[in-house]
């Protein structure tokens, strides 16, 4: 698992930020993906501050700092600089603060500004922040968007999976990744699938060589990222081995601590696997809805359906 980070030079091209002080410390890292407000911290109460995140200024904290005299607004800016955040960004197209900047400059801070407005700004910039910084790992297989839902195939060399990804092509899904699959954890509960840029849009098959879906099939056929719902295996086929109950228990693979639920699906000439992963996406989407179809079912069975007067 590897750990991303990002520099203050990358956030000021991402979105087009303007350079108030400290031009000179652009190549500063940033690690923490979330940014903060300073509060509290501007009257020396610094018990909750998070000293490595990117520090926002937004109107209130500006019209705050501006309400005080010379000596005041020296010592209480001077509370968030002296802690040596990767950087300030002063928000909603504000007069430039000069005071911040020459504190800044002292202590070779980047103060930067965005004309958006601050709600805005940090959703958009926590949003880029999460997704960029998040823990991640390579895993060997394919991933596909299926209706919607984000599915991780996987398998031994060989046993068909970018095939079957082709077939899903075919019926209108998408790819995602082919062969390398980077997995970002973005919460404890969401994992989010992608490529590695170089295979960005390409999936290779035995006996036809390397195939670009999007200048095969358009735009339709690739997308950049999906959250991974399901985690589907394919494997040969083993005799006697194919499970027939009503529900199966649910089981799940383990990618940097976060479950994702498990299927094997064994593999025959004849089998149609591609129709299986639709399937098996649908009734995980059904799932979340909260239906069952073992359980109404059963219900029919003991009389308590819809359709029980047919019997």
């Not at 998040?134 to 895993?139: D, K, L, Q, S, T």
């Not at 990804?165 to 970002?184: E, M, N, Q, S």
Request: proline share 4%; with cysteine.
């Amino acid at each position: 698992m590897s750990g991303n980070s990002i520099t203050i030079e990358q956030l000021v091209r991402q979105f087009k930020l303007e350079v108030l002080a400290g031009e000179s410390q652009l190549d500063r890292i940033i690690t923490k993906p979330k940014t903060v407000r300073p509060g509290l911290e501007f009257i020396d109460f610094f018990d909750f501050l998070p000293m490595e995140n990117v520090q926002i200024l937004g109107k209130h904290e500006v019209n705050y700092l501006k309400s005080l005299d010379d000596a005041e607004r020296k010592l209480r800016a001077g509370n968030i600089v002296k802690y040596n955040p990767p950087c300030i960004i002063v928000t909603a197209q504000q007069e430039k603060p000069k005071y911040l900047t020459q504190f800044c400059n002292e202590e070779k801070i980047p103060l930067l500004q965005t004309e958006d407005s601050t709600y805005e700004f940090i959703a958009k910039l926590d949003a880029f922040m999460v997704k960029t910084l998040a823990p991640e790992i390579a895993v060997h297989g394919v991933c596909v968007n299926v209706s919607g839902i984000g599915i991780l195939l996987r398998g031994k060399s060989g046993v068909g999976k970018s095939e079957t990804a082709h077939t899903l092509i075919g019926r209108g899904h998408r790819l995602i990744a082919d062969d390398i699959v980077v997995l970002k954890k973005l919460s404890p509960q969401t994992l989010l699938g992608s490529h590695n840029g170089m295979n960005k849009e390409f999936l290779a098959l035995r006996s036809i060589g390397l195939l670009n879906v999007v200048r095969l099939y358009g735009r339709k056929a690739f997308q950049e990222e999906t959250r991974i719902a399901l985690d589907i295996e394919l494997t040969k086929w083993e005799k006697d081995d194919l499970n027939n109950e009503l529900e199966l228990e649910t089981k799940f693979t383990e990618y940097m601590d976060v479950q994702i639920p498990h299927i094997q699906i064994q593999l025959q000439p004849g089998r149609d696997v591609a129709g299986l992963i639709e399937a098996a996406a649908n009734n995980w989407y059904l799932k979340q809805q909260g239906y069952s179809a073992a359980e109404e079912f059963i219900k029919r069975l003991e009389g308590e359906g819809p359709e029980s007067s047919w019997k």
